[in-house]
């Protein structure tokens, strides 16, 4: 007897021990709050491959609205990335929607409410992804004080910052997960100056601690002289002007043609403007459709001399209204060309400005039509109309201040600190060239470690990259525009859940 108790007396204990490790697996999977628990989407009458999250983070009166999709992969493994798509004033379900979110959305009918299907190349399916609607007055986040719509780059990446710490601590279990910082166009401001207050917070001490790895940017602005300066070497590399144009504008402006305020420079630089008159910025390879006053397409595409080739030609008046475009297969991003310190004019006022209905090459209807869907905002557990006001694509209920200057210095800090980044163009963009980001990333003076060359995706060359030491790597994306995951979903995918995993790509 006395010998079998021993045994017996040990297998309560490991029985407890097996409940103990079984529970904590439970708590690791759902630990997140059940309150948050996204359990179906008008629109989507599949399972979910993975678990979707969404809700308010509140920071003071600011009320930020977050969706979180975690990763189909192994989310206790996989990386948390954090979306922001960029405006300023554009919401992140951009990125959701017509990018790299969880479903492919598809209007059959006009006035109907979009179907949704499965998206065979969401980010999702390598990491678990973050998206936030920032700043407040952006999307669905929005404040109960109206004087917080004014804001800037620095106060922007501070609430984004307390959001991010405030969000942790309501899912815990991916605090240890590897953390990054993603985003395109004016999340090229956005990005690394949150990864600057991350980075900052982390070496304070400030808890809880992110586990932030790396960042990475899509045509992104960055520089106002790198990025003003890239569009004419753009249009001349790809055939938008003759020799005489370009040669013109560098004899009479030089390379900085962006400061110049001398006629001759000017007039060579509207010959160059009207070459690319009629031409989808955000993607020269596809069409732009202008509509007529009743909104119907046309064939016929009325050439504008008026493309602008710094922003702040934007807040001019031009001589002709541009025409409502719409790009064949979707919708095209709402920024053009570089920032200049100071207030930034925001997109529905730029549309303003031209006496257009809306912004060049800019349609949202699918996302629109779902995202102010009553049943859609209850199942995402975003605030009524009367509350949060309607969704936009792009707001002007803020006042927005770029008073972050040059990023350049925000990219020299965070890579020579450890942090891993990739600066990723669509290499037929015109909004934001990637000639513009070749530079400035050159710029910096590092060493070259994998000198330019091309990288596959199905056995085909998808785009270029160089690499540099501090872990920073440049990349493009062949045939893609501004909003590279849209017009290159594989790809896409393919670079990035590389590049996440730390292997060549």
Not at 411 to 416: G, K, P, V
Request: aromatic share 12%.
């Amino acid at each position: 007897m006395a010998g079998m108790a021993r045994p017996l007396a040990t297998i309560p204990t490991c029985f407890s021990i097996i409940i103990i490790c079984l529970s904590l697996i439970t708590m690791r999977i759902e630990a997140a709050p059940q309150g948050s628990l996204v359990t179906q989407l008008p629109g989507f009458n599949g399972t979910f491959p993975s678990s979707h999250y969404s809700g308010y983070v509140s920071i003071g009166s600011k009320k930020l609205f977050y969706y979180f999709v975690v990763s189909e992969g192994s989310p206790a493994d996989d990386p948390v990335v954090l979306w922001l798509n960029g405006g300023p004033g554009c919401s992140s379900f951009d990125g959701f929607v017509y990018e790299h979110g969880p479903f492919n959305f598809e209007q059959k009918s006009k006035g109907a409410l979009p179907t949704l299907q499965l998206n065979p190349y969401s980010w999702s399916k390598v990491s678990n992804m973050l998206y936030l609607d920032s700043p407040a007055g952006v999307g669905f986040s929005y404040s109960e004080d109206p004087s917080q719509y004014v804001t800037g780059d620095l106060q922007t990446a501070a609430d984004t910052h307390a959001f991010l710490l405030s969000w942790f601590k309501q899912y815990p279990e991916f605090l240890s997960n590897p953390f990054y910082i993603s985003g395109e166009s004016y999340a090229g401001v956005y990005v690394p100056t949150l990864a600057f207050q991350v980075a900052t917070g982390i070496q304070n001490g400030t808890k809880p601690v992110v586990n932030l790895k790396g960042y990475m940017v899509g045509n992104g602005v960055t520089d106002r002289n790198f990025d003003d300066n890239a569009l004419v070497p753009f249009a001349h590399g790809m055939a938008l002007i003759s020799d005489q144009i370009y040669e013109g504008v560098i004899e009479e402006c030089g390379i900085n043609y962006s400061n110049s305020s001398s006629p001759k420079c000017n007039e060579k630089l509207n010959l160059a403007r009207e070459a690319l008159g009629g031409l989808n910025i955000y993607n020269i390879l596809e069409p732009c459709y202008h509509g007529t006053e009743s909104g119907n397409d046309t064939s016929t595409t009325t050439k504008s001399s008026n493309l602008p080739l710094s922003f702040q030609q934007l807040g001019k008046s031009p001589e002709k209204p541009l025409g409502v475009r719409k790009r064949m297969f979707g919708r095209a991003w709402p920024y053009q060309m570089s920032v200049e310190d100071g207030l930034v004019p925001l997109w529905p006022q730029l549309a303003a400005k031209s006496n257009s209905r809306t912004v060049p090459c800019f349609n949202d209807e699918v996302a629109t039509k779902w995202l102010n869907d009553p049943a859609v905002r209850e199942a995402i557990h975003a605030k009524p109309a009367s509350v949060s006001g309607p969704w936009e694509l792009c707001s002007d209920r803020i006042s927005y201040d770029h008073d972050a200057g040059s990023m350049i210095p925000y990219h020299r800090n965070l890579t020579t600190k450890g942090y891993k980044a990739i600066i990723f163009s669509g290499d037929h963009d015109m909004c934001v060239p990637y000639t513009g980001s070749q530079a400035w990333t050159s710029s910096l003076g590092y060493k070259v470690i994998d000198q330019w060359r091309s990288w596959l995706s199905n056995d085909q060359v998808a785009g270029y990259l160089q690499a540099y030491e501090n872990d920073l790597t440049f990349l493009t994306v062949k045939g893609a525009g501004h909003t590279v995951p849209e017009y290159k979903p594989r790809e896409a995918l393919d670079f990035y859940s590389r590049w996440l995993a730390g292997k060549p790509i």
